[in-house]
T-cell receptor, first 114, second 115 residues
Framework: AQSVTQLGSHVSVSEGALVLLRCNYS??????LFWYVQYPNQGLQLLLK??????LVKGINGFEAEFKKSETSFHLTKPSAHMSDAAEYFC????????????FGSGTRLSIRP | NAGVTQTPKFRVLKTGQSMTLLCAQD?????MYWYRQDPGMGLRLIHY???????AKGEVPDGYNVSRLKKQNFLLGLESAAPSQTSVYFC??????????????FGPGTRLLVL
């Protein structure tokens, strides 16, 4: 079965520290992968997406993610956390064969300590 | 452009009552979606539409109905609300099929509490 797993429902880092949010997927067909961010009381916004071009994808606000097929992972990173990065982050996967269906992970809440 | 808007922002219902959630988009998108978001479960697709006059079931369609009479609007109806339908509901739209790498644009959400 196709699925996506986010490790850690809550991650806390200090301002200026590295941010690493983990995402693993399970699929027998090539995936398209997304990271969305949700700020409090708002809808989801696309951070970045992998569409089978470059394996290292750069997104908005200094975030990037690397697709590693051997590890079935698509972890999200940012070298230096900012207070404004505090939000909930969702990894999502879709497949060519699934048409409109996106499978979302359960989300990781990122907190930033001053 | 307003993007994707949702009405209302918050609603409290009693068990058995009915209501309709309205989603509107001004981006001329063909595809529209309704999700529900529950703690620890991410977003789950309720229904979606691939064009005016068409609708299809998603992952959790039971207890909901939808209509897409106009391209820019997608309505989600609850005929007889149940406490299990307490959730945050998000509407989204995309230009093309999500499976072919299209980005979905989300509305701000509707918080529904069913007592």
């Amino acid at each position: 079965a196709q699925s996506v797993t986010q490790l850690g429902s809550h991650v806390s880092v200090s301002e200026g520290a590295l941010v690493l949010l983990r995402c693993n997927y399970s699929s027998s067909v090539p995936p398209y992968l997304f990271w969305y961010v949700q700020y409090p009381n708002q809808g989801l916004q696309l951070l970045l997406k992998y569409t089978s071009a470059a394996t290292l994808v750069k997104g908005i606000n200094g975030f990037e993610a690397e697709f590693k097929k051997s590890e079935t992972s698509f972890h999200l990173t940012k070298p230096s956390a900012h207070m404004s990065d505090a939000a909930e982050y969702f990894c999502a996967v879709t497949f060519e064969s699934s048409a409109s269906k996106i499978i979302f992970g359960s989300g990781t809440r990122l907190s930033i300590r001053p | 452009n307003a993007g994707v808007t949702q009405t209302p922002k918050f609603r409290v219902l009693k068990t058995g009552q009915s209501m309709t959630l309205l989603c509107a988009q001004d981006m001329n998108h063909e595809y529209m979606y309704w999700y529900r978001q529950d703690p620890g479960m991410g977003l789950r697709l309720i229904h979606y539409s691939v064009g005016e006059g068409t609708t299809a079931k998603g992952e959790v369609p039971d207890g909901y109905n939808v209509s897409r009479l106009k391209k820019q609007n997608f309505l989600l109806g609850l005929e007889s609300a149940a406490p299990s339908q307490t959730s945050v509901y998000f509407c989204a739209s995309s230009l093309g099929l999500t499976g072919i790498r299209e980005t979905q644009y989300f509305g701000p959400g509707t918080r529904l509490l069913v007592l």
